[in-house]
């Protein structure tokens, strides 16, 4: 690509990974630590009462 | 109604997040296969235009980005009627995970049609009736996003932001048609036209394929939001009842959260 704006253009697509990538590892990251979250209360024996009810089943 | 039955069943907290387990492999593998698609299409078919030469490729980022500020705002508003109408939780998770998907596309939208406008307007920005309202759209986000953490009980704050979304919901059409309203610098709608789109197909179909693209993927992106919004509130619920038996001096084992 041989054009005077390139720099604009690859500026745009930059950003826009950059922007696209940081929601996807935001995503990942938050789901991880809140599972995490959960298996450390659930293993300080914290539980919710739905999931009483399914274990007493 | 079996079908509104099991509507109602996919409402339940536990049930949706099965389902979102299940779906969100599948989507995020069919929004990878659509934007490498969609960036062949936009780098290597599409070819330079006329007047604005390899600048146009600014265009595949750009539009979808626009489409899906508005698309998420769309989103949101539907999910606000859920919160206020049937007081659903669902619904007030729907809003809260849709708005920082909505903010960061129109930053991309208005970054990326800055960084277009430099080149071929000869500025950076104006302030001009299409411009100004998506910067207004944007701002709104932010708003949305303060309110959420402003308020600390969840369902007191989904009201709330529930209320200044169907305000804002009035920007959606302005921004539309801002462009046939108004004298200005930003080009009339060229896709959703009445007449038919005035793009060439060799420029439409590259970028319909990267819209639907940032379609799948916001749509995976918004069920991941949802997903971990869910587990967010049962952390917080079973922090309050972890908080609650040892202010009350018994061994948490004994306890139960919602």
Redesign the interface.
Known sequence: MNDPHTGFIVASYALTTLVVGGLVLRAVFDHRALRRAIAQLEARGVRRRSARREEAR | MPRLTSLWNLANP?RFLGLADRLLPWLAALAAVLLAVGLYLSFFVAP?DYQQ???V??MF??VP?AWLGLFMYVMMSASALGTLVWRHPLADVAQKAAA??GA??T??CL??GS??G??MWGTWWVWDARLTSVLVLFLMYLGIIALWRAVDDPARAARAVAVLTLVGVVNIPIIKFSVDWWSTLHQPAAVFRIDGPTIHPSMLWPLLVMAVAFTV?AIA?HL??M??EI??R??R???L??AE?LDAGV????????
Do not use: C, D, Y
């Open positions: 536990t330079p030469g390899e600048t490729r600014i980022v750009h980005a920082p998907i960061a596309f930053f991309v970054v990326t960084l277009w430099k080149p993927l992106l991941a939001g997903r971990n587990l967010r049962r952390v619920s079973l922090r009842m972890e038996q061994e948490p084992a004994a306890g139960a959260a919602r």
